[in-house]
């Protein structure tokens, strides 16, 4: 099965990294069922890729998730660059590296960013700019705030100061 594939490539392209920064531990593969809108199904297939901390230490967790997230968004940035490369369309697919609950727990944070921002346009119909996301946040937010129709989104700036802007839906 294609779906298989793509996620023991996942794994093991993930086991070998950490191997080779002297990290042995096993990868969990899940297949997120993300609830994709009809006609939306241009989407990657996602793939959550768990490294299980149970035999880490609390400082190689530390390392692993870095500042704010860079080393395990860097991580992450890696895994969907080298694993899609050369990929046939279909066989290409969208991976989440997580690590002790944070990248759950980062999600339930950009959710109420990008719930705060809402209810701050809505409130002054004034647009709201969200600094410091990383664009897989900004992905994030752009799929959440799709559901309102009152509302869109775009990214504005350059790397490292991309943001992005909530405002009221022009009308058409």
């Known amino acids: 099965m294609m779906t298989d594939s793509r996620m023991a490539r996942g794994q093991q392209w993930l086991k070998t990294l950490l191997q ?5 531990t096993e990868i969990k593969g899940d297949l997120e069922v993300a609830a994709i809108a009809e006609g939306d199904s ?3 297939d ?3 890729l768990t490294i299980d901390h149970t035999n880490l230490t609390p400082e190689q967790v530390r390392v692993l998730i ?3 997230g860079v080393v395990l968004d860097a991580i992450q940035y890696l895994a969907n660059s080298t694993l899609n490369l050369n990929q046939p369309h279909e066989e290409q697919a ?3 590296v997580e690590l002790n609950g944070y990248r759950v727990k980062r999600q339930a944070e950009v959710r109420a960013i990008a719930e705060a921002a ?4 809505r409130a002054t119909a004034r647009e709201v700019e969200i600094k410091s996301l990383s664009s897989a946040e900004r992905r994030q937010v752009h799929t959440f705030l799709k559901e309102f129709s009152d509302l869109e989104t775009f990214s504005r700036g350059k790397e490292p100061h991309r943001n992005l802007v909530v405002r009221l839906a022009l009308p058409e």
Do not use: K
């Open 20 to 24: 080779l920064t002297g990290i042995n």
């Open 94 to 96: 969208s991976y989440t």
């Open 118 to 121: 809402a209810e701050q346009v």
């Open 66 to 68: 870095g500042p704010d």
């Open 42 to 44: 241009q989407e990657p």
């Open 46 to 48: 996602n793939y959550w």
